[in-house]
């Protein structure tokens, strides 16, 4: 009997042991938020309802929210001398319909589970950190920790503004204001290094890896009346997306220096979308702010249209700045931001935009938080805006 207590005991600290060196984490948020949507007097809000008439929707807290809902996995395992192994599994779940997952760059058909994040990696205390799989763009994780006051949530500042086109009966966004290349980067290999004297830089490439999506043959009307069919064609070649990054953190102060561009996909040689962004926060205790400026030179997509041909126009360039305020009091916290872009198109006129708002939040709890929002959008041409002005009441819950 002595013998067996003995040996429950020494398998019990050695299981001990085994959970102290590796851990799962179950997490997760759910958010939705009941908003009123006003579309400019020349736009729809459905494409489908009246010019200028306002429309109630029941959202997932990704649009105009606290945050978008998401239900993920994280782990660790102390590997010894510094070393640890990590991964990460976070799917994106729309709450106001149920729905899971959601599209990727490489997978625009919409049927990835872990959209939000599936990678793994090994850090090192000296040496520092690699990650392997879907992780965030450079812009898009300082975008969340440093340049947007709400953490391109209630105002994000990464928006193409919903521009409604009355002759097809549609909305195309086409308006940008700051990029964070699609949020998250397939196919992603990252370094970063150790932090030293508060200065951190980080590397990272997404690869292309040919993505081919089969279109039909269509009738063609030949100049002698009659008609022929083309060749299918196919939509291939995604680029390769590159960053790197700096980013210094002493104390309230925080900012960032991050350079990104495409190569390959819509060009068939060189890089473009070349862009670099500044931006910095301080916390002074009773505020904090945020500010940051960007600028894109010649603006392109990631795919080939087709593979007879590019889309892409050089010397489309944008030029993008924000700021925002946060001041705590108590449970509360009230918020606003201004930001605009003004986009200089190789073809076009140039255009002007701008998106600025207010929120507030009550911390129910450390976890529960209800919230309101007011989103404007103005600029050139605004009237046509399928989203002109947005107010919101949510409510939020993380776990």
């Known amino acids: ?148 006051i709400s953490g391109e949530n209630q105002f994000n500042i990464v928006e193409k503004l919903e521009t409604f086109d009355s002759v097809k009966k549609k909305s195309t966004l086409n308006r940008p204001l700051f990029q964070n290349f699609g949020i998250r980067v397939d196919n992603g290999i990252r370094y970063t290094t150790p932090q030293w004297y508060g200065l951190q830089g980080s590397a990272i490439a997404g690869l292309g890896e040919r993505s081919a999506i089969s279109v039909p043959a269509s009738p063609v009307f030949n100049a002698d009346g009659t008609f022929s069919k083309t060749n299918p064609a196919t939509i291939t070649k995604a680029a390769t997306y590159r960053g790197l990054s700096v980013v210094y953190t002493a104390g309230p102060l925080a900012l960032d220096v991050i350079y990104e561009d495409l190569r390959g996909g819509e060009v068939r040689h060189g890089d473009y979308n070349n862009v ?25 997509g990631q795919f080939d249209t087709l593979n007879v041909g590019s889309s892409f126009v050089k010397g489309t360039d944008v030029n993008a700045w924000n700021i925002g305020l946060a001041v705590p009091l108590n449970a509360f916290t009230f918020k606003v931001q201004y930001t605009g872009s003004s986009i200089d198109y190789a073809s076009s006129p140039s255009l002007d935009q701008s998106k600025y708002g207010g929120s507030v939040e009550y911390a129910l709890s450390k976890r529960t938080t209800i919230y309101a929002t007011a989103v404007g959008r103005g600029g050139d041409k605004s009237s046509y805006y399928s989203r002109q002005a947005e107010y919101g009441l949510g409510l939020a819950h993380t776990f």
Do not use: W
């Open 276 to 300: 670099i962004t500044v931006g910095g926060s301080y916390d002074f205790g009773l505020a904090k702010v945020a500010t940051a400026y960007q600028h894109t030179n010649n603006l392109g």
């Open 1 to 148: 009997m002595k013998k067996s207590l003995l040996a429950l005991a020494v398998l019990g600290a050695f299981t001990s042991i085994a959970s102290a060196q590796s851990s799962v984490t179950l997490y997760g948020r759910i958010d939705q938020v009941v908003t009123a949507q006003d579309p400019g007097h020349n736009a729809s809000a459905t494409g489908t309802s009246k010019n200028g008439s306002s429309v109630v929707k029941l959202n997932d807290g990704g649009v105009n929210g606290f945050g978008s809902s998401r239900l993920g996995f994280r782990g660790t395992e102390d590997l010894g001398d510094g070393l640890k192994a990590f991964f990460k599994l976070e799917a994106g779940i729309t709450a106001d319909t149920g729905s899971a997952g959601g599209s990727t760059t490489l997978n625009p058909s919409g049927n990835s589970f872990f959209n939000r994040s599936a990678y793994l990696g090994l850090s090192h205390d000296s040496l520092g950190e690699i990650r392997l799989g879907r992780q965030e763009s450079l812009t898009r994780e300082n975008n969340v920790k440093i340049n947007d």
